[in-house]
């Protein structure tokens, strides 16, 4: 069975300055899918970013981008120029190709300090 | 992107009582849709997948005669919670997906507190 582990449960950071977050996953499969979820106070999930395993390129979303590890299972992310925004709880998130569930780590609650 | 919504947004209802939570996608046909539970300060544990027209699957150790589901049209699945105790009580979410691999976009939750 899959599993993601985020190993940080909480972590802060500077406004404007850069924080990662952690995320280790364990899977048999080669074909699968990593998102970085956030979820601010109102618990609305949203996707922050993407990566398709078999992409080597790491993907990027403006102030997001992440860290893709294959062969050590490891997917971070990085969040440049942080903001008050940013405040909330990520979720590292995988996603099989064989059956579109989604397998989310524990969360890692993000404080930004002013 | 694409619009999941759940009504209601919250409810409190009395133990024994049943409790239905409606998914809609409203601009995209989902074909498939989940539900999962999430517990305070916690992770989202899914509880069932469902596609159009056919029964739901559910994960280990959810109860089907508890925690029915239906997914009757392209835009619509229901939630209903039977007999519902406090330790139902939770935050309920759905999200949908317009086929195999495609995204999956999330409705806004659904907070339960049974009394």
């Known amino acids: 069975a899959q599993t993601v582990t985020q190993s940080q449960p909480e972590m802060s950071v500077q406004e404007a300055e850069t924080v990662t977050l952690s995320c280790t996953y364990d899977?048999?499969?080669?074909?699968?899918?990593l998102f970085w979820y956030k979820q601010p106070p109102s618990r609305q999930m949203i996707l922050v970013i993407r990566?398709?395993?078999?992409?080597?390129q790491n993907a990027t979303e403006n102030r997001f981008s992440v860290n893709f590890q294959k062969a050590a299972k490891s997917f971070s992310l990085k969040i440049s120029d942080s903001q008050l925004g940013d405040a909330a709880m990520y979720f590292c998130?995988?996603?099989?190709?064989?059956?579109?569930?989604?397998?989310f780590g524990k969360g890692t609650r993000l404080h930004i300090l002013p | 992107g694409a619009v999941v919504s759940q009504h209601p947004s919250w409810v409190i209802c009395k133990s024994g009582t049943s409790v239905k939570i409606e998914c809609r996608s409203l601009?995209?046909?989902?074909?498939?849709m989940f539900w999962y539970r999430q517990f305070p300060k916690q992770s989202l544990m899914l509880m069932a997948t469902?596609?159009?027209?056919?029964?739901?699957?559910?994960e280990q150790g959810v109860e089907k005669d508890k925690f029915l589901i239906n997914h009757a049209s392209l835009t619509l699945s229901t939630l209903t919670v039977t007999s519902a105790h406090p330790e139902d009580s939770s935050f309920y979410i759905c999200?949908?997906?317009?086929?195999?691999?495609?995204?999956?976009?999330f409705g806004p939750g659904t907070r339960l507190l049974v009394l």
């Open positions: 999200s949908a997906s317009s086929g195999h691999q495609e995204t999956q976009y």
């Open positions: 899977t048999s499969e080669s074909d699968y899918y």
């Open positions: 990566q398709e395993a078999y992409k080597q």
């Open positions: 998130a995988y996603r099989s190709f064989r059956d579109d569930k989604i397998i």
């Open positions: 601009d995209f046909q989902a074909t498939t």
């Open positions: 469902s596609n159009e027209g056919s029964k739901a699957t559910y």
